[in-house]
């Protein structure tokens, strides 16, 4: 599958979800009316957790440029727990649906 270039300026929305984890804001961008990149990011920076967050978005910006549907992101994404439920991993999943679907949970 070829990934499409980045066009230099990319619109979108930042979901700001709390979580046990602390609030993690969710930007979702689209290009050519679709889901394009995801930058996740905790609230508290520092530690495993902020670069797992980092680490997830840049690992679902890569799946989308490879036309992976956001809906199996979704469902791979959610459920997944840490140690106080919502769960921080469940936000992104949250904020995608929220982007893409228009559903709120
Ligand atoms: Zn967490």
């Given at each position: 599958?070829?990934?499409?270039?980045?066009?230099?300026?990319?619109?979108?929305?930042?979901?700001?979800?709390?979580?046990g984890c602390g609030c993690v804001y969710v930007t979702c961008n689209d290009q050519d009316g679709q889901?394009?990149?995801?930058?996740?990011?905790?609230?508290?920076?520092?530690?495993?957790?902020?670069?797992?967050?980092?680490?997830?978005?840049?690992?679902?910006?890569?799946?989308?440029?490879?036309?992976?549907?956001?809906?199996?992101?979704?469902?791979?994404?959610?459920?997944?727990?840490?140690?106080?439920?919502?769960?921080?991993?469940?936000?992104?999943?949250?904020?995608?649906?929220?982007?893409?679907?228009?559903?709120?949970?």
């Open positions: 599958m070829t990934k499409s270039p980045r066009q230099r300026k990319l619109t979108g929305a930042t979901y700001e979800i709390s979580t889901l394009f990149e995801v930058f996740a990011k905790l609230g508290k920076s520092g530690g495993c957790g902020s670069a797992i967050m980092e680490g997830l978005g840049r690992s679902i910006s890569i799946g989308l440029r490879s036309g992976v549907d956001p809906a199996d992101l979704v469902k791979t994404l959610q459920g997944i727990q840490c140690h106080r439920p919502p769960s921080c991993v469940d936000a992104v999943a949250k904020a995608v649906l929220e982007h893409v679907y228009s559903v709120e949970k």
